[in-house]
């Protein structure tokens, strides 16, 4: 069974920074796409990031581009999401997805990933 366990979430100023975490189990993590989507209150879940299985795609909503980094780490089943110059708009829920089918690009789709983890909550405010 896939399961997908974020961490990291937290309360943060303005300008201030975190990194979020996703540890997966339950099956070969370096054959699959990971990908990060958020979701404010009111509004459509969206993917802020997402990283092919051996980190050679990766893609970023326009939104971010410039102040987050996905990344991944095959050998601890991990991967992060570093948010630099954090802004009050990027308070969410945080969520970590994988695809079912190995070695598949799901990019920025929403349908194109199957196993969720349970979220974490990103506040940034003064």
């Known amino acids: 069974q896939v399961r997908l366990a974020e961490s990291g979430g937290g309360l943060v100023q303005p300008g201030g920074s975190l990194r979020l975490s996703c540890e997966a189990s339950?099956?070969?993590?370096?054959?699959?796409?990971m990908g990060w989507f958020r979701q404010a209150p009111g509004k459509e879940r969206e993917c802020v990031a997402a990283i092919s299985w051996i980190a050679s795609t990766t893609y970023y909503a326009d939104s971010v581009k410039g102040r987050f980094t996905i990344s991944r780490d095959n050998a601890k089943n991990t991967v992060y999401l570093q948010m630099n110059s954090l802004k009050p708009e990027d308070t969410a829920v945080y969520y970590c997805a994988t695809p079912h089918p190995m070695r598949t690009w799901p990019n920025s789709r929403r349908s194109g990933y199957d196993y969720w983890g349970q979220g974490t909550q990103v506040t940034v405010s003064s």
């Open positions: 339950g099956r070969t993590f370096s054959s699959y796409a």
